[in-house]
């Protein structure tokens, strides 16, 4: 039994898509935990590019079965939008892509109060992509919350839809915005909505009786650690637990079912968004970093910020998530490098720090401490032996093996499925047996 959770160790936009990818031939379900369509997974295949928001990576194999599980948040006009592109590319989705009848969904008013909160803020707004996701997630925490398997009863439905239209108007209102009109809206959304059906199933029962037949499961995680709920830079985060701990509450797969973690980290580090990023550089490296990794939203096409490898970030996320091995992505972004840093620990008031330091304020007063290894100023661009690596990214990825306590199995050296290295003897070798 194999079993394993694929889940960001840094601020989101590590990789996971082509992970997931590279792996997903070696399991036979592959399902979605957590968050909702503002996570893009970029995957590419020779000159096509695929870009999934909602959609598990492993819809690109054809012998996958995939599942978006309760603990995602789904927007019906994004996912039928997700649908047709794909249909368009030749990828036919029906009978293999299921949606957790407890899946919450993303209403038209949740857009619009996430856009207006964040307006409403200004300056100190979070970053969200305002695309109503954490709206639609205190929704669910307030037990208002319309889920996928309410559009089996649709009576039930827009009596539901009606009392909870009626009190986001009141709210909306109040920030200055446009109440919907109940009667134009539920037609609209269950327009878009009741084209879901045909996918909804009972995900929890399906995916545990894969398990108990001896089938493997491949989940994958949204967003990193950093923006995690609870652990992450709170208030400059997302929703969700987008640690490898959210996965069996957000598929409802028992814990000691779940046989292995893989954690995604870049080479450096990105954020996008508001909130602290102690290793950030707003200079020339920070420009390069951006530039040479195409470091630009998927989803959104929001600029990423940049910034040195934060090996406090990582270390934190490994003991976390508990990650029996790391995949290190974009290695060959730093070919050109004469040195390169990493961040070993923080300093706040003259004080070395250890530890991540509580909270978003907390993080903004911290410095880097850095170490500097030379770099390698060689091309390691689709490098797919670890024994081939100049000998300088060799120690680089070694420093980082021994900062963050996990062993680097995967090692990503450009964007094609191809440029990769696997280790040997490695976790991830072992998974695609």
Same mark, same amino acid.
């Given at each position: 039994?194999?079993?394993?959770?694929?889940?960001?160790?840094?601020?989101?936009?590590?990789?996971?898509?082509?992970? *997931?990818?590279?792996?997903?031939?070696?399991?036979?379900?592959?399902?979605?935990?957590?968050?909702?369509?503002?996570?893009?997974?970029?995957?590419?295949?020779?000159?096509?590019?695929?870009?999934?928001?909602?959609?598990?990576?492993?819809?690109?194999?054809?012998?996958?079965?995939?599942?978006?599980?309760?603990?995602?948040?789904?927007?019906?006009?994004? @996912?039928?939008?997700?649908?047709?592109?794909?249909?368009?590319?030749?990828?036919?989705?029906?009978?293999?892509?299921?949606?957790?009848?407890?899946?919450?969904?993303?209403?038209?008013?949740?857009?619009?109060?996430?856009?207006?909160?964040?307006?409403?803020?200004?300056?100190?707004?979070?970053?969200? %992509?305002?695309?109503?996701?954490?709206?639609?997630?205190?929704?669910?925490?307030?037990?208002?919350?319309?889920?996928?398997?309410?559009?089996?009863?649709?009576?039930?439905? =827009?009596?539901?839809? =009606?009392?909870?239209?009626?009190?986001?108007?009141?709210?909306?209102?109040?920030?200055?915005?446009?109440?919907?009109?109940?009667?134009?809206?539920?037609?609209?959304?269950?327009?878009?909505?009741?084209?879901?059906?045909?996918?909804?199933?009972?995900?929890?029962?399906?995916?545990?009786?894969?398990?108990?037949?001896?089938?493997?499961?491949?989940?994958?995680?949204?967003?990193?650690?950093?923006?995690?709920?609870?652990?992450?830079?709170?208030?400059?985060? %997302?929703?969700?637990?987008?640690?490898?701990?959210?996965?069996?509450?957000?598929?409802?797969?028992?814990?000691?079912?779940?046989?292995?973690?893989?954690?995604?980290?870049?080479?450096?580090?990105?954020?996008?968004?508001?909130?602290? @990023?102690?290793?950030?550089?707003?200079?020339?490296?920070?420009? &390069?970093?951006?530039?040479?990794?195409?470091?630009?939203?998927?989803?959104?096409?929001?600029?990423?910020?940049?910034?040195?490898?934060?090996?406090?970030? *990582?270390?934190?996320?490994?003991?976390?998530?508990? &990650?029996?091995?790391?995949?290190?992505?974009?290695?060959?972004?730093?070919?050109?490098?004469?040195?390169?840093?990493?961040?070993?620990?923080?300093?706040?008031?003259?004080?070395?720090?250890?530890?991540?330091?509580?909270?978003?304020?907390?993080?903004?007063?911290?410095?880097?401490?850095?170490?500097?290894?030379?770099?390698?100023?060689?091309?390691?661009?689709?490098?797919?032996?670890?024994?081939?690596?100049?000998?300088?990214?060799?120690?680089?990825?070694?420093?980082?093996?021994?900062?963050?306590?996990?062993?680097?199995?995967?090692?990503?050296?450009?964007?094609? =499925?191809?440029?990769?290295?696997?280790?040997?003897?490695?976790?991830?070798?072992?998974?695609?047996?």
């Amino acid at each position: 039994m194999k079993n394993v959770i694929v889940a960001g160790a840094q601020w989101g936009d590590e990789g996971k898509g082509k992970v *997931v990818d590279i792996l997903a031939p070696h399991f036979d379900v592959v399902a979605r935990y957590q968050g909702g369509h503002n996570a893009g997974h970029t995957v590419r295949i020779g000159e096509r590019k695929f870009i999934l928001r909602l959609i598990p990576s492993g819809i690109l194999h054809e012998e996958c079965c995939c599942v978006i599980g309760n603990g995602v948040v789904v927007d019906p006009r994004a @996912f039928n939008t997700e649908l047709q592109e794909l249909r368009e590319t030749g990828i036919e989705c029906e009978g293999r892509l299921f949606i957790s009848s407890r899946a919450h969904l993303i209403l038209p008013y949740h857009i619009a109060l996430d856009r207006a909160r964040e307006e409403r803020l200004g300056v100190n707004s979070v970053g969200t %992509t305002m695309r109503g996701i954490g709206p639609a997630y205190e929704d669910k925490a307030a037990r208002t919350g319309v889920r996928a398997g309410d559009l089996l009863y649709p009576d039930l439905l =827009r009596e539901k839809l =009606r009392a909870n239209i009626a009190q986001k108007n009141l709210e909306i209102v109040s920030m200055k915005g446009e109440p919907f009109d109940p009667d134009s809206m539920l037609d609209d959304f269950l327009s878009e909505a009741l084209r879901l059906k045909p996918f909804i199933r009972d995900t929890v029962s399906m995916i545990n009786a894969a398990v108990n037949d001896g089938k493997s499961v491949l989940i994958e995680g949204a967003q990193g650690t950093m923006l995690d709920v609870d652990h992450g830079t709170y208030p400059f985060v %997302t929703s969700s637990n987008s640690t490898a701990g959210g996965a069996a509450p957000g598929l409802g797969l028992a814990p000691k079912k779940i046989t292995g973690v893989l954690g995604i980290a870049k080479a450096y580090t990105t954020r996008v968004g508001g909130g602290p @990023f102690p290793t950030e550089l707003n200079d020339e490296h920070g420009a &390069y970093l951006q530039k040479r990794g195409n470091e630009y939203g998927a989803v959104t096409g929001r600029p990423r910020r940049t910034g040195w490898f934060d090996a406090m970030v *990582v270390r934190y996320a490994v003991m976390l998530s508990g &990650y029996d091995a790391l995949a290190l992505t974009k290695l060959d972004v730093l070919d050109e490098f004469d040195e390169i840093r990493i961040s070993t620990a923080y300093r706040r008031n003259g004080e070395i720090i250890k530890d991540m330091p509580y909270g978003a304020n907390v993080l903004a007063e911290c410095e880097p401490v850095y170490e500097t290894l030379p770099g390698w100023k060689v091309a390691t661009n689709g490098t797919t032996n670890f024994d081939d690596l100049p000998s300088a990214a060799k120690d680089y990825v070694r420093r980082i093996e021994e900062l963050c306590g996990a062993p680097a199995a995967l090692i990503s050296t450009g964007p094609e =499925r191809t440029e990769t290295i696997i280790r040997e003897n490695s976790p991830v070798s072992d998974w695609m047996k």
